[in-house]
Protein backbone atom coordinates (compact mmCIF):
# COMPACT_ATOMS: atom_id res chain seq x y z
CA UNK A 1 0.00 0.00 0.00
CA UNK A 2 1.10 3.65 -0.26
CA UNK A 3 1.54 6.15 2.12
CA UNK A 4 -1.67 7.80 1.44
CA UNK A 5 -3.38 4.87 2.28
CA UNK A 6 -1.48 3.83 5.50
CA UNK A 7 -2.51 7.64 6.31
CA UNK A 8 -6.28 6.89 6.00
CA UNK A 9 -5.97 3.90 7.61
CA UNK A 10 -3.72 5.74 10.89
CA UNK A 11 -6.38 8.27 10.94
CA UNK A 12 -9.21 5.24 11.03
CA UNK A 13 -7.44 4.36 14.28
CA UNK A 14 -7.23 7.26 15.88
CA UNK A 15 -10.89 7.66 15.47
CA UNK A 16 -11.81 4.60 16.86
CA UNK A 17 -9.28 5.25 19.95
CA UNK A 18 -11.29 8.36 20.10
CA UNK A 19 -14.43 6.32 20.45
CA UNK A 20 -12.62 3.96 22.79
CA UNK A 21 -11.98 6.99 25.36
CA UNK A 22 -15.05 8.37 25.03
CA UNK A 23 -17.14 5.28 25.66
CA UNK A 24 -14.67 4.56 28.98
CA UNK A 25 -14.56 8.25 29.91
CA UNK A 26 -17.68 8.26 31.29
CA UNK A 27 -16.73 5.64 34.32
CA UNK A 28 -13.58 7.76 34.90
CA UNK A 29 -15.90 10.36 35.49
CA UNK A 30 -18.93 8.50 37.46
CA UNK A 31 -17.13 9.08 41.00
CA UNK A 32 -16.67 12.55 40.39
CA UNK A 33 -20.28 13.00 39.30
CA UNK A 34 -21.49 10.80 41.87
CA UNK A 35 -19.76 13.37 44.86
CA UNK A 36 -21.19 16.48 43.03
CA UNK A 37 -24.76 15.56 42.20
CA UNK A 38 -25.65 12.94 44.70
CA UNK A 39 -26.76 10.44 42.70
CA UNK A 40 -28.39 7.26 43.34
CA UNK A 41 -26.52 4.28 41.99
CA UNK A 42 -29.45 3.97 40.13
CA UNK A 43 -29.27 6.99 38.64
CA UNK A 44 -25.54 6.78 37.61
CA UNK A 45 -26.17 3.38 35.90
CA UNK A 46 -28.38 5.05 33.81
CA UNK A 47 -26.24 7.92 32.83
CA UNK A 48 -23.72 5.25 31.91
CA UNK A 49 -26.02 3.38 29.63
CA UNK A 50 -27.18 6.46 27.88
CA UNK A 51 -24.28 6.85 25.09
CA UNK A 52 -24.76 3.08 24.18
CA UNK A 53 -28.74 4.23 23.23
CA UNK A 54 -26.34 7.09 20.93
CA UNK A 55 -24.10 4.78 19.69
CA UNK A 56 -27.49 2.48 18.61
CA UNK A 57 -29.33 5.27 16.81
CA UNK A 58 -25.57 6.43 15.37
CA UNK A 59 -24.93 3.15 13.94
CA UNK A 60 -28.36 3.25 12.25
CA UNK A 61 -28.75 6.30 10.52
CA UNK A 62 -25.33 7.26 10.26
CA UNK A 63 -23.88 4.33 8.94
CA UNK A 64 -27.10 4.88 6.11
CA UNK A 65 -25.07 8.52 5.78
CA UNK A 66 -21.98 6.56 5.26
CA UNK A 67 -23.58 5.01 2.09
CA UNK A 68 -25.74 7.64 0.86
CA UNK A 69 -23.60 11.11 1.32
CA UNK A 70 -20.14 9.54 1.73
CA UNK A 71 -17.19 8.13 3.89
CA UNK A 72 -15.65 11.70 4.93
CA UNK A 73 -18.92 13.99 5.16
CA UNK A 74 -20.05 11.13 7.62
CA UNK A 75 -16.66 11.35 9.20
CA UNK A 76 -16.79 14.95 9.89
CA UNK A 77 -20.41 15.67 10.98
CA UNK A 78 -19.53 12.58 13.79
CA UNK A 79 -16.28 14.06 15.10
CA UNK A 80 -18.49 17.58 15.16
CA UNK A 81 -21.20 15.62 17.26
CA UNK A 82 -18.49 13.87 19.38
CA UNK A 83 -16.67 17.21 19.77
CA UNK A 84 -19.58 19.12 20.67
CA UNK A 85 -21.30 16.04 23.10
CA UNK A 86 -17.90 15.58 24.82
CA UNK A 87 -17.75 19.75 25.64
CA UNK A 88 -22.12 20.07 26.89
CA UNK A 89 -20.87 16.73 29.43
CA UNK A 90 -18.30 18.88 30.47
CA UNK A 91 -19.86 22.17 31.17
CA UNK A 92 -23.24 20.28 32.31
CA UNK A 93 -25.04 21.46 35.48
CA UNK A 94 -27.08 18.54 36.16
CA UNK A 95 -27.18 15.30 35.26
CA UNK A 96 -30.53 15.66 32.92
CA UNK A 97 -27.84 18.05 30.47
CA UNK A 98 -24.87 15.14 31.36
CA UNK A 99 -27.47 12.12 30.04
CA UNK A 100 -28.60 14.34 26.81
CA UNK A 101 -25.16 15.46 25.82
CA UNK A 102 -24.03 11.57 26.02
CA UNK A 103 -26.70 10.42 24.11
CA UNK A 104 -25.84 13.06 21.44
CA UNK A 105 -21.98 11.62 22.03
CA UNK A 106 -23.29 8.40 20.88
CA UNK A 107 -24.58 9.10 18.16
CA UNK A 108 -21.59 10.70 16.94
CA UNK A 109 -19.43 7.52 17.92
CA UNK A 110 -22.26 5.05 15.98
CA UNK A 111 -21.20 7.12 13.05
CA UNK A 112 -17.89 7.31 13.43
CA UNK A 113 -17.62 3.30 13.78
CA UNK A 114 -19.34 2.62 10.79
CA UNK A 115 -17.38 5.52 8.76
CA UNK A 116 -14.05 4.67 9.74
CA UNK A 117 -14.22 0.84 9.53
CA UNK A 118 -16.18 1.30 5.78
CA UNK A 119 -13.28 3.59 5.00
CA UNK A 120 -10.63 1.75 5.89
CA UNK A 121 -11.99 -1.10 3.81
CA UNK A 122 -12.20 1.15 0.78
CA UNK A 123 -8.82 2.63 1.00
CA UNK A 124 -6.99 -0.41 0.91
CA UNK A 125 -5.88 -2.71 -1.76
CA UNK A 126 -6.83 -6.21 -1.25
CA UNK A 127 -3.69 -7.58 -0.12
CA UNK A 128 -3.66 -5.46 3.21
CA UNK A 129 -7.42 -5.29 3.68
CA UNK A 130 -8.32 -7.50 6.30
CA UNK A 131 -4.97 -6.18 8.10
CA UNK A 132 -6.45 -2.69 7.76
CA UNK A 133 -9.58 -2.98 9.26
CA UNK A 134 -8.17 -4.95 11.98
CA UNK A 135 -6.15 -2.36 13.03
CA UNK A 136 -8.77 0.02 12.71
CA UNK A 137 -11.13 -1.87 14.91
CA UNK A 138 -7.54 -2.40 17.81
CA UNK A 139 -7.90 1.60 17.59
CA UNK A 140 -11.10 1.12 19.93
CA UNK A 141 -9.16 -1.03 22.57
CA UNK A 142 -6.54 1.27 22.13
CA UNK A 143 -8.17 4.42 22.90
CA UNK A 144 -9.53 2.51 26.16
CA UNK A 145 -6.24 1.58 27.22
CA UNK A 146 -4.80 5.30 26.63
CA UNK A 147 -7.64 6.93 28.16
CA UNK A 148 -6.90 4.78 31.42
CA UNK A 149 -3.36 5.58 31.27
CA UNK A 150 -3.64 8.82 30.92
CA UNK A 151 -7.07 10.11 32.78
CA UNK A 152 -5.62 8.78 35.99
CA UNK A 153 -3.42 10.85 37.18
CA UNK A 154 -5.38 13.96 35.37
CA UNK A 155 -7.99 13.05 37.77
CA UNK A 156 -5.84 13.45 40.51
CA UNK A 157 -5.44 16.89 39.89
CA UNK A 158 -8.47 18.07 38.28
CA UNK A 159 -11.80 17.08 38.53
CA UNK A 160 -14.30 14.77 36.63
CA UNK A 161 -14.98 17.51 34.20
CA UNK A 162 -11.77 17.52 32.49
CA UNK A 163 -12.51 13.57 31.04
CA UNK A 164 -14.96 15.52 29.08
CA UNK A 165 -12.69 18.73 27.96
CA UNK A 166 -10.31 16.73 26.77
CA UNK A 167 -12.53 14.21 24.97
CA UNK A 168 -13.37 17.26 23.18
CA UNK A 169 -10.01 19.00 22.32
CA UNK A 170 -8.83 15.38 21.21
CA UNK A 171 -12.00 15.02 18.63
CA UNK A 172 -11.88 18.88 17.54
CA UNK A 173 -7.81 18.04 16.44
CA UNK A 174 -9.22 15.13 14.36
CA UNK A 175 -11.37 17.12 12.03
CA UNK A 176 -8.56 18.72 10.18
CA UNK A 177 -7.14 15.85 9.64
CA UNK A 178 -10.31 13.94 8.02
CA UNK A 179 -10.82 16.89 5.95
CA UNK A 180 -7.22 17.32 4.25
CA UNK A 181 -6.22 13.77 4.34
CA UNK A 182 -9.09 11.09 3.76
CA UNK A 183 -10.58 11.24 0.20
CA UNK A 184 -13.81 10.87 -0.83
Do not use: H
Not at 51 to 80: H, N, Q
Not at 111 to 126: F, I, K, P, Q, V
Amino acid sequence: MKIGQWTVVAICIGILALDGYDVLSIAFAAPGMTAEWGLSKATLGIVLSLELVGMAVGSIFMGALTDTRGRRPTMLLGLIILTIGMLIAGLAPNVYVLGTARVFTGIGIGGLLAAATATSSDYCNEKNRSLAVVLVAGGFAFGVYLGATFLAPLLKQYDWRVTFYLGSFLSFIFIPFVYFFVPE
